[in-house]
């Protein structure tokens, strides 16, 4: 069986600008994303750590690195889903997140599963 088919995690994201969290005033924007991992490959996979790249309007990176994801290292059977949520504060009102989740499969092999980029923007600010 190929790598690919053995290891196959899908990560999906949906994004949401809190405005009653938010302060435009003072650069301060607060987003909550809801992500979907989805294990399509042949493998189960426990998620062990998160790599995050953030990155707001102004280009500013901050790096986030992690075990687990909220307070969980979730092993993900053949078929299965993972969800969970979380958030972040940028000082602008757009910015974008990226990164992975590095996975352990049962027979041992580590490999990380992508996070796609996907873009935090308040409403109106992008067309």
């Not at 435009?24 to 493998?43: K, M, Q, W």
């Not at 979730?74 to 889903?81: F, L």
């Not at 499969?105 to 923007?121: C, M, Q, S, T, V």
Request: hydrophobic content about 40%.
């Amino acid at each position: 069986m190929s790598e690919t088919s053995l290891y196959d995690i899908r990560v999906t994201v949906r994004t949401q600008f809190i405005a009653s969290q938010s302060d435009p005033d003072n650069n301060r924007f607060v987003f909550a994303y809801h992500i979907t991992i989805l294990n399509e490959g042949a493998s189960a996979a426990q998620l062990l750590r998160r790599r995050w790249l953030i990155i707001d309007g102004d280009n500013k990176e901050q790096e986030v690195t992690g075990d687990g994801v909220v307070g969980q290292q979730p092993v993900i059977q053949p078929g299965a889903s993972y969800e969970y949520s979380s958030g972040c504060v940028l000082d602008t009102e757009v910015g974008a997140m990226e990164g992975h989740y590095e996975m352990l499969a049962d027979d041992g092999h580590l490999f990380n599963a992508e996070i796609p980029r996907f873009i935090l923007a308040a409403p109106r600010v992008l067309h």
